[in-house]
């Protein structure tokens, strides 16, 4: 794809010499969205006059010497569940239809104080509860490498409008795969990092054991860039963890020496249900690695294969507890015309919630309901444990893990929507990663039939930068 | 596993507080019952000496100073996406009849 816009460092720094506008670069991303939405369907609003405001305050800056950030000027676009001023925060849900953010989210801003400038909020499975955008309450956003096709989700529109270059990059959240899923599937990076890096304050609640939020960009270097701007800890969000003292963005030279490098072939990420075009593009990938250097091996977590069951008990729990805020009388939508509160109650969440919100909340009520609890729940909570116990020991032998996205990859519009379970199989090398807490980040590892394979890293907990360092060297090793 | 009969979802239902069409509590009783059938695995595993995991980076008891913060909202705009206001509060149907 025609690159339109520079590395993100170099823009900022462009703004910040005064070589570049803030305002041309917010007029040219709300071009290109303007030319490309109707056939994507990437963008549920834009947030023009916020972001002009903003763009003419960061150039009045610049004229006068001052220091704007490290990311003066450079538009970005908000997965629609992150609260942003400027426009709506539906979710991309009728129950959030018209709801306007009193606050920001803390990732937000974070982005804003470095210079950053919001222009658009971008499309997702209403909730994140999905890994297609086609549980959108609004639309489907169509993938920019065959508009017949899924973007993946749940941020399909942050993927769609990076690959679209609508901006350089956009902000996701990812509780089973939101991100990475599809970053692979546009063919663009998504990094979802260790449980707790960045705050969730100001991003609507899905499964709160499993949340984090994360950057979708064109390249490695922008994504860590973006992620050390945002990871922090922060006092609305009980779980953040410090950071990493050394910061996670990279150094200019980081070179492709491998050497040293002990990558472990996830056995259970590459078996017989990859598509066997995605399993020769990564074995091409795997080759290049280990000509670099790299100490390829295979690795085993034997009990890999229950971690969706694992998660569909879990995610769903969590979301029914999260959702139960949505009672349509505080915000969201409300059934007016009833005659007492309990039926204000079902009514409102009945016709304000779609489908699969639904389905994921009956599912959840089920699992916590007494007599089930033990069975379902805290059975799922143990399995969970016996989960991260695999990863230590497997991370005793190797340092990193690879392994694919997802094991269909790209499915048509439509193609999946009527069988849930076939849905959530789609995410079934996405989910263990959540479970356990570790970073994981989806980088572009060549075409299959024409459409982009991404290739899954992941490390463990808290080596996010060292992470982010092996995915920068694999991305010039494989484009 | 059994299917889910239409009692046991509308009960489900009841507890979630929705309200659903009759064509989704037929709907929701299959797909719900191939969900949970999927999941039983689960039931298959050995767990010996295991304990449920709640928080996986292991923080435990995250405690602050208990302080007002003045974080500069004014209570009308925090009050702009309720459905209904009254001086300043939120207006509800009758909760005791």
Redesign the interface.
Same mark, same amino acid.
């Given at each position: 794809m025609a690159g339109q816009w520079l590395p993100i460092a170099d823009i900022a720094a462009q703004v910040q010499a005064g070589t570049s506008r803030a305002s041309d670069l917010v007029e040219q991303s709300l071009e290109t969205i303007a030319d490309k939405q109707e056939e994507y369907k990437a963008i549920i609003a834009t947030t023009p006059d916020r972001a002009r405001e903003r763009a003419e305050a960061i150039d009045v800056r610049v004229a006068k010497g001052e220091k704007v950030g490290r990311l003066a000027g450079v538009p970005f676009i908000a997965k629609d569940n992150f609260l942003v001023f400027g426009a709506d925060t539906t979710a991309a849900s009728n129950m959030l239809k018209?709801?306007?953010a009193?606050?920001q989210a803390t990732a937000i801003e974070k982005l804003e104080a470095e210079g950053a400038i919001c222009v658009a909020k971008a499309n997702l499975d209403a909730f994140a509860h999905g890994s297609s955008t086609e549980n959108s309450d609004f639309f489907t956003t169509r993938n920019p490498h065959d508009t017949s096709r899924v973007p993946g989700g749940s941020s399909g529109g942050s993927a769609a409008a990076v690959a679209l270059e609508m901006a350089p990059f956009a902000t996701g959240s990812d509780t089973g795969s939101s991100i990475r899923l599809p970053a692979a599937f546009c063919g663009v990076v998504g990094f979802k990092p260790?449980?707790?890096a960045v705050s969730r304050s100001g991003v609507v609640a899905m499964a709160s054991?499993l949340d984090v939020v994360g950057p979708l960009a064109r390249t490695v270097e922008d994504a860590s860039l973006v992620f050390d701007v945002i990871a922090d800890k922060d006092?609305l969000d009980?779980?953040t963890?410090a950071r990493d003292p050394k910061g996670y963005a990279l150094p200019a030279e980081l070179g492709t020496d491998l050497t040293g490098t002990k990558i472990g072939i996830l056995k259970e990420y590459m078996d017989d249900h990859t598509a066997p075009a995605i399993k020769a593009t990564l074995g091409q990938a795997i080759e290049k690695l280990k000509k670099a250097g790299a100490e390829i091996s295979e690795i085993s977590i034997p009990?890999m294969p229950?971690s969706l069951?694992?998660y569909?008990?879990l995610c769903p729990a969590e979301v029914?507890s999260n959702l139960g805020r949505y009672?349509?009388? =505080?915000?969201?939508y409300?059934a007016?015309e009833?005659?007492?509160?309990?039926?204000?109650?079902?009514?409102s =969440?009945?016709?304000g919630?779609g489908?699969e919100a639904?389905?994921r909340?009956?599912?959840g009520?089920?699992?916590l309901?007494s007599g089930y609890y033990d069975?379902?729940y805290? =059975?799922?909570?143990?399995?969970?444990?016996?989960l991260?116990?695999e990863f230590e020991a497997a991370f005793q032998k190797v340092d990193f893990m690879l392994g694919a996205v997802s094991p269909t990859g790209h499915f048509k519009i439509g193609e999946k929507t009527h069988d849930?379970?076939e849905m959530?199989l789609a995410d079934l090398y996405m989910t263990g990663a959540n479970?356990?807490?570790i970073p994981s980040i989806s980088v572009p590892a060549g075409m299959a039939d024409g459409l982009p394979v991404g290739l899954q890293l992941l490390a463990p907990?808290r080596k996010d930068r060292e992470l982010l360092s092996l995915a920068r060297q694999a991305e010039e090793l494989l484009i | 596993m059994s299917k889910l009969t239409r009692d046991d979802v509308l009960k489900l239902a009841q507890l979630a507080r929705l309200e659903l069409t009759d064509e989704e509590v037929e709907q929701y009783s299959s797909e719900l019952t191939e969900i949970l059938r999927y999941v039983e695995q689960l039931s298959a595993v050995d767990v010996e000496g295991l304990e449920p995991t709640n928080q996986v980076t292991g923080l435990t008891n995250v405690t602050r100073e208990d302080e007002v913060q003045d974080y500069g909202y004014e209570a009308t705009g925090l009050l702009k996406n309720v459905p209904a206001v009254k001086n300043n509060q939120i207006k509800t149907k009758r909760m005791i009849g």
């Open positions: 018209g709801f306007n009193p606050y260790t449980y707790g054991s006092i009980s779980t963890l009990s229950l069951a694992v569909y008990v029914s009672d349509g009388q =505080r915000y969201g409300n007016a009833t005659e007492d509160l309990e039926t204000s109650y079902k009514n =969440r009945g016709r919630f489908k639904k389905r909340i009956m599912i009520t089920y699992v309901s069975a379902y805290k =059975r799922a909570q143990i399995v969970r444990t016996k991260i116990r849930p379970l959530y479970l356990v807490g907990q | -």
